[in-house]
């Protein structure tokens, strides 16, 4: 049940027969997400990869986000795991704190904060921004580029990189690892388990050699000396390694994506943002609504009625941040990129003690990498819509998408 | 009127200091921080409701 052949075939009834991975799904999932919110059962199931539950409503993902010693977050993948996966070198590794259940996941997640506190994430800004540029210096010339390949892509992973202390160099291998994980992946366990073996074993390298090497203001350093205060293992070390490359390449670089390619069809938002640099903050936050990248699965821990539906121990459900964000009960015109919105609950970041702890990191490199952008290339559209491509189910974002200028 | 945050509630999320960046600030944490103590300005109680409204945990507590 876990490849695309296996799980293809025509949706007659999205509420009873979802695809996450169906390519019309993939490209633009909010007419499907809106015809199961106003349907009968807004929250739906479908038997496909392995079964899941799919809520769009706003209320009911933030419930079940908070609900979290019955909805768990012991697999938080939105396909089942390959039966493979859980043996090997690295069978114990998992991502704390995202994959972390009460009581642990508050010491799992408490390390981590300092680094990702809005203070703390600042000093990224510069590095960020120069970054942006030297994408920039080189296609600029051309009056042609790839907005995903040649810049959205590019970034996250080297900010990531600089935070964790490995070479900015292996930026194309770590993108390569992360998207075998997380979209080439999901829907192929053996490129799944061998990217996730390149992750771990490069890891396990730079846990060694900061053993030996410990470094000054480093956080793997860091987290390694941190047992004084935590029951601080190389599990959980390697694991939150694993995670920050995870967690903070595909996500950021899909927001940018999605901003990028909905500025190259607005010249109106363009226009906004130049003339009004105050809406920044809020313009952010709108994009992060509109085009939320991120959807997680939480595991059912024992059987339980959720709205009328009978939710059985080990069940899946898909939290779906984008639905919910595109909930007309609690957002005026949902459907809708206003930049500056007042009243946004968004949950693109998730709700409840997992909300998305390097938020403050992520805000920073879309706003900047959206200011560099449009400082150096004002003018720019769509080479051809029809051409861009997308990735989704667990990360929704464009991949190649050209635009002239 | 006068804001809190209940921190146990709080994840950190900061919703609430780019909507009022002149009441909230953060923890070494990330977590909110209320940076007026007392009584807000009356030409500050627009945007601690905008705050309120916006913070997804319904961590901020207005008291009037
Ligand atoms: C636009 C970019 C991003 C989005 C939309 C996003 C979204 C999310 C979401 C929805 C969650 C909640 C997971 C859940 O409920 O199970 C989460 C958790 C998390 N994210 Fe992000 N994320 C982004 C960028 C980042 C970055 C740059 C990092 C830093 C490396 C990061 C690190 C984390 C961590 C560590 C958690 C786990 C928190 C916990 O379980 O306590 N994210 N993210
Ligand atoms: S918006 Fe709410 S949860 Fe987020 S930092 Fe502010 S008070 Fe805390």
Redo the contacts between chains.
């Keep these: 049940m876990s490849t695309l052949e296996e799980n293809a075939g025509p949706v007659n009834d999205p509420t009873t027969d979802y695809n996450i991975f169906d390519p019309e799904f993939v490209r633009d999932p909010y007419p499907t997400m809106h015809e199961i919110r106003e349907s009968k059962c807004p929250i739906a199931h479908s038997n496909r990869w392995g079964g899941s539950w799919f809520p769009t409503r706003y209320d009911d993902v933030?419930a079940i986000a908070q609900e979290h010693e019955i909805f768990t977050s012991r697999d938080i993948i939105v396909v089942p795991r390959a039966a493979a996966q859980a043996e090997g070198p690295y069978a114990g590794v998992a991502a704390p704190p995202i994959t972390s259940d009460p009581p642990d996941h508050h010491w799992h997640r408490?390390l981590i904060?300092?680094v990702?506190?809005?203070?703390?994430v600042a000093k990224y800004e510069q590095g960020t921004r120069d970054l942006c540029n030297q994408l920039i210096d080189t296609f600029i010339a051309k009056g042609e580029a790839d907005a995903g390949t040649d810049y959205a892509q590019q970034i996250p992973v080297r900010v990531i990189a600089t935070m964790l202390g490995v070479p900015t160099e292996m930026a194309d291998e770590f993108t390569g690892w992360v998207r075998g994980v997380l979209e080439v992946g999901l829907t192929d366990p053996k490129v799944r388990l061998e990217s996730r073996l390149k992750i771990l074993n490069f890891f396990r390298q730079q846990l060694d050699d900061r053993r030996k090497n410990p470094r000054e203001d480093d956080l793997i350093t860091d987290l390694l000396n941190s047992g004084d205060k935590y029951p601080v293992t190389d599990q959980y070390v390697l694991g939150v390694c694993n995670l920050m490359l995870v967690a903070g390449i595909d996500t950021t670089w899909s927001a940018i994506g999605s901003s990028l390619w909905h500025l190259a069809q607005h010249p109106e938002h363009r226009q906004q943002l130049r003339e009004s640099p105050e809406m920044w903050?809020?313009a952010i936050?709108e994009l992060l609504r509109a085009y939320s990248p991120v959807t997680m699965a939480r595991i059912v821990d024992r059987d339980t009625e959720f709205q009328g539906c009978p939710m059985k121990a080990g069940d899946r459900i898909l939290m779906s941040f984008p639905a919910a964000n595109r909930d007309p009960r609690q957002f005026d015109q949902p459907n809708e990129v206003i930049l500056d919105r007042?009243?946004?609950?968004?949950?693109a970041?998730g709700?409840?003690?997992h909300?998305?702890a390097g938020?403050?990191l992520a805000r920073l490199e879309l706003r900047v990498a959206l200011q560099v952008w449009l400082e150096r290339i004002p003018e720019f559209s769509l080479v051809d819509p029809a051409s861009v491509t997308w990735a989704g189910g667990q990360v929704h974002g464009p991949r190649i998408c050209r635009v002239r200028f | 009127m006068r804001v809190k945050v209940d921190a146990d509630s709080c994840?950190?999320?900061?919703?609430c200091?780019?909507?009022a960046p002149e009441i909230f600030g953060?923890?070494?944490?990330?977590h909110a921080t209320v940076l007026i103590e007392g009584d807000l300005p009356s030409e500050l109680h627009a945007k601690a409701r905008?705050a309120q409204?916006?913070?997804?945990?319904d961590a901020i507590i207005i008291e009037e």
């Design positions: 933030v408490r904060l300092p990702f506190a809005p203070q703390s903050p809020t936050e007042e009243h946004n609950r968004h949950v970041f709700s409840g003690i909300r998305c938020s403050n | 994840q950190g999320q900061q919703m200091s780019i909507a953060s923890d070494e944490l990330g905008r409204a916006n913070c997804p945990e």
